[in-house]
T-cell receptor, first 111, second 112 residues
Framework: SQKIEQNSEALNIQEGKTATLTCNYTNYSPAYLQWYRQDPGRGPVFLLLIRENEKEKRKERLKVTFDTTLKQSLFHITASQPADSATYLCASNSGYSTLTFGKGTMLLVSP | NAGVMQNPRHLVRRRGQEARLRCSPM?????VYWYRQLPEEGLKFMVYLQKENIIDESGMPKERFSAEFPKEGPSILRIQQVVRGDSAAYFCASSTGEETQYFGPGTRLLVL
């Protein structure tokens, strides 16, 4: 079965810098990867989806890449702000359109 | 357009009691998914339902857990004879059948 790995250590960066989060998958190349944001005590919020045949996707200050050779997706937040502080989850499709999630990486943006 | 609604938001049960968690999908969504999140763990898929049908229950424990999504009304995740290990946040998500799932705020279950 698919396994999604994200860096368990929190990422601390300064406001204005670019945050880069990593997501690695271990088995078959998924048809797509999704990124979600989760704040404490809340449900995940969908951010971006990137398909296997797409190299890059952008939405405002967010950018996601998908490298099937490295079995990796990178999630970038440019010009980061303290309000971007949250846990970011990577998920891949599996089974009947269900999702397999990584444990998430906490991002802390300090002013 | 209201998002996915879950209730109750917090539920406290004693060991051996039953827990019922409800989920109303987004308007126009007929696909519902339940996930469980333990502290320091990722979201784990439990069950996928469409109206009146269980499509995939491969992530659901074989005993004590059941789920339904009736023709009318919310989807319900039922846990019978709860044990301390059932304490977790339970999230419901819905979709139109496309890839993106929209999550509710979750129900935090605490078993004493």
């Amino acid at each position: 079965s698919q396994k999604i790995e994200q860096n368990s250590e929190a990422l601390n960066i300064q406001e204005g810098k670019t945050a880069t989060l990593t997501c690695n998958y271990t088995n078959y190349s998924p048809a797509y990867l999704q990124w979600y944001r989760q704040d404490p005590g809340r449900g995940p919020v969908f951010l971006l989806l990137i398909r296997e045949n797409e190299k890059e996707k952008r939405k405002e200050r967010l950018k996601v890449t998908f490298d099937t050779t490295l079995k990796q997706s990178l999630f970038h937040i440019t010009a980061s702000q303290p309000a971007d502080s949250a846990t970011y989850l990577c998920a891949s499709n599996s089974g009947y359109s269900t999702l397999t999630f990584g444990k998430g990486t906490m991002l802390l943006v300090s002013p | 357009n209201a998002g996915v609604m879950q209730n109750p938001r917090h539920l406290v049960r004693r060991r051996g009691q039953e827990a019922r968690l409800r989920c109303s999908p987004m308007k126009g969504h007929s696909h519902v998914y339940w996930y469980r999140q333990l502290p320091e763990e990722g979201l784990k898929f439990m069950v996928y339902l469409q109206k009146e049908n269980i499509i995939d229950e491969s992530g659901m424990p074989k005993e004590r857990f059941s789920a339904e999504f009736p023709k009318e009304g919310p989807s319900i995740l039922r846990i019978q004879q709860v044990v301390r290990g059932d304490s977790a946040a339970y999230f419901c998500a819905s979709s139109t059948g496309e890839e993106t799932q929209y999550f509710g705020p979750g129900t935090r279950l605490l078993v004493l």
